[in-house]
């Protein structure tokens, strides 16, 4: 015999009139809400998040260099951001990092490397020769003052080769150039204080003119920078020599 139990079910939430009438009067409870999946939400994607100027600035360099070489960036406006920023930071590299440390030159170099270098640039010329102690002191004090001052140039040439004839006797000898022109001489170390320091050297250098460039600031400040950066490390070597003191008298 056929199973004749079938029970109809209509569309899920789907009512009739007379049911909405016996809920109406409250004879049958509150017909409950169809079910709705939750909105499609796509899952978020860093990569197509637009680009902007803090997120170009939070990449490293090694990023950066790879980004270049991306073909599936096709925001314009992040492409002409990062064009910018990468040119800065090309063109501030190239300022700051030009030199730092004393070059060798020869006296076939020195229109090319001294007299034509740029006006921006001001050029610390050291001449001197092997075997002078007085040069030696001199070179430490310059190739400290070289690294530190990155945006200023410091070349050294013997003496004879820059100077026929020039005497020992004026060795070590400083010449400042700047714009193609001299704009100071330094015969000796007794321009320098009673001890050749960096710092002695960096000071009679900013005298007058605006020699030192750490490339961190302007030009002009170069002078201020250089009495507070000799105030500060004479504070440091002051306070290091007391504290060596105080070892050397706790050891005894």
Not at 97 to 115: K, T
């Amino acid at each position: 015999m056929a199973d004749y139990h079938f029970v109809y079910k209509d569309v899920e939430g789907a009512s009739t009139q007379w049911d909405d009438l016996q809920r109406k009067f409250g004879n049958l409870p509150p017909k409950p809400a169809p079910f709705k999946p939750p909105p499609f939400v796509p899952a978020e994607d860093p990569d197509s998040e637009p680009k902007d100027k803090a997120w170009i600035e939070s990449r490293t360099e090694e990023e950066l260099e790879d980004l270049e070489d991306d073909h599936n960036l096709d925001d314009d406006r992040f492409l002409e951001e990062y064009r910018k920023k990468r040119l800065e930071e090309l063109r501030e590299a190239a300022r700051v990092a030009r030199f730092g440390s004393v070059v060798p030159i020869s006296g076939a170099d020195f229109v090319r490397e001294v007299s034509q270098a740029p006006p921006e640039i001001w050029v610390v010329v050291f001449l001197y020769k092997d075997g002078i102690p007085e040069c030696g002191v001199m070179l430490n004090c310059l190739e400290e003052l070289a690294g530190r001052y990155p945006a200023t140039k410091f070349v050294k040439i013997i003496s004879t080769d820059c100077i026929p004839n020039y005497p020992d006797r004026n060795l070590p000898t400083l010449l400042v150039y700047n714009n193609g022109a001299v704009k100071a001489t330094y015969v000796g170390l007794h321009h320098f204080g009673r001890r050749c320091t960096p710092e002695g050297v960096a000071l009679a250098l900013c005298q007058s003119d605006p020699v030192l460039n750490d490339g961190q600031r302007g030009s002009g400040s170069s002078t201020k920078s250089v009495i507070e950066g000799v105030r500060k490390r004479f504070i440091e070597k002051v306070v290091k020599e007391h504290e060596d003191d105080d070892a050397y008298s706790s050891d005894d």
